[in-house]
């Protein structure tokens, strides 16, 4: 028996509240162009490479969309997604009816069923069906086995998820060493740090205020339907996310993609008009970018990566700003600095991206528990090669996208503790906990506390 052609295709509904931030959902209403069989398929095999060691974005790059349209590689984006997001209970609730391992391809192929049957809304038949299709494509042989294990499932799932939750990975969808660490340093906020990093962010948006105002990007906003709400003078919420590129003005500048707790770095920075910039680790650019928005400063825009630095460029261009871009190691001045010390330094340090997993839930199953170690001391190096480049009265703002301490307030007291002249200056952070510790929890439903998670500490060099 062959698998299902596209021209059998059947129409599968929207997997509810699974698409990626400035990426389309599938539309229920249209037929996909091949089979979910297919689609299935290829959304396993990109789970299994980041298992591999890619990011979800270059494991869907690496699979075979020839066939897809728009729709259809959504809809894959969706599958891949969704099962990465609750990866912890699909895989312990694929054990408890097996009793040996299956080819990894097949075990795949049954995490995204098992997704589908539980996160999404189509017909359960369907879903089975075609993952069988799916299975039979790779191996004949494990049909009826795969046939079996659905349908096992599909007799008591609360029971099967409740046996998958007796476990830390499957309770919370995020591996044993992740949740023993959150436990351990956060033991007032650790449940809901995993809750949030299991949600999904909002596509929030950044008004371009050199540009347009919230009211006139709202208006056009309006004029083409696109229900969104204004949270600032800067800030905008979309209702449902979907493509940037299609929003009236992105291509025009008039407004970027930046999560909420990101917006709130350059405002904490303080740049004014006149002032010279450093940021130290600029790409993709959208902190510098938004420093640049706030004030007619100096800015060098740098950062190791000599690759990713173009889109920093290209969001400059976009934008209708001017800052100076640069390939160099922030903490190795000699080449590149001319010895003018900076008013204000931005580190958004490289990190396990640990408080930003809602929106790259492959990050929970590519880091290890030795990365946070092996970053921090990246971290530290930067913090120490760039504090002689600031000059006295100077604020160096220090920022990560995670929730792990040795990379966080760890890191902020090392540093205090090494340099006579830094001091911390006390900030107020919206959320819970609107702390002085920097913390800023991922996920929330309310206006001020739906955001990722960052840190933030901000370090003055005292003056002589």
């Not at 990866?87 to 990894?104: D, S, T, W, Y």
């Not at 191996?139 to 795969?146: S, W």
Request: aromatic letters at 6%; a positive charge.
């Amino acid at each position: 028996m062959k698998p299902p052609s596209a021209t059998a295709a059947p129409v599968f509904k929207k997997i509810a509240g699974t698409a990626a931030a400035g990426r389309p959902a599938f539309d229920s209403t249209k037929p996909p162009s091949v089979a979910l069989a297919l689609v299935q398929r290829r959304a396993a095999e990109a789970v299994l490479a980041v298992l591999s060691g890619n990011n979800a974005d270059a494991a869907l790059a690496r699979v075979d969309t020839s066939a897809f349209d728009g729709a259809t590689r959504a809809a894959l984006t969706d599958l891949t997604y969704g099962t990465l997001r609750f990866l912890g209970e699909l895989r312990a609730i694929v054990r408890q009816f097996v009793h040996a391992k299956p080819e990894p391809l097949i075990e795949a192929l049954l995490w995204v069923a098992i997704y589908e049957l539980a996160h999404s809304k189509t017909a359960p038949h369907v879903i089975v069906s075609q993952a069988v299709a799916a299975v039979e494509a790779v191996n004949r042989g494990a049909k009826g086995f795969a046939n079996a294990v659905l349908r096992n499932y599909m007799r008591e799932p609360e029971a099967a998820l409740a046996k998958a939750m007796e476990h830390d990975e499957g309770m919370w969808n995020h591996p044993t060493w992740w949740v023993e660490r959150v436990r351990r340093e956060q033991p007032e906020w650790w449940e809901a740090i995993l809750r949030g990093g299991n949600g999904h962010g909002p596509l929030t948006l950044r008004v371009n205020r050199r540009r347009a105002t919230v009211e006139q990007v709202m208006a056009a906003f309006e004029a083409k339907k696109i229900e969104a709400e204004a949270l600032s003078d800067a800030m905008i919420v979309l209702k449902r996310p979907r493509p940037v590129e299609r929003l009236p003005g992105f291509r025009d500048g008039l407004f970027s993609v930046q999560d909420a707790g990101a917006q709130l770095a350059a405002t904490l920075l303080g740049a004014k008009d006149g002032m010279h910039v450093l940021d130290a680790c600029a790409a993709p650019g959208g902190k510098a970018a938004h420093v640049l928005e706030l004030a007619d400063c100096k800015l060098i825009a740098l950062d190791v990566d000599g690759e990713r630095l173009k889109r920093v460029a290209e969001n400059f261009d976009r934008l209708g700003l001017v800052g100076e871009v640069r390939a160099a190691d922030a903490a190795t001045p000699a080449p590149w600095w001319d010895g003018v010390p900076f008013d204000r330094i931005l580190i958004d340090a490289p990190c396990t991206g640990s408080g930003v997993v809602r929106r790259h839930p492959d990050g929970k199953w590519l880091k290890r528990d030795s990365d946070v170690e092996q970053l921090a001391a990246q971290q530290k190096r930067l913090i120490d090669g760039v504090w002689p480049m600031l000059k006295p009265g100077g604020r160096l703002l220090y920022a990560t996208c995670s929730v792990f301490k040795p990379e966080n307030n760890f890191q902020v007291d090392a540093a205090l503790a090494l340099h006579a002249d830094m001091r911390r200056i006390r900030i107020t952070l919206p959320g819970d906990p609107a702390s002085a510790s920097g913390q800023l929890l991922p996920g929330g439903n309310r206006k001020t506390h739906n955001h990722d998670g960052y840190f933030y500490a901000l370090l003055e060099k005292i003056a002589s």
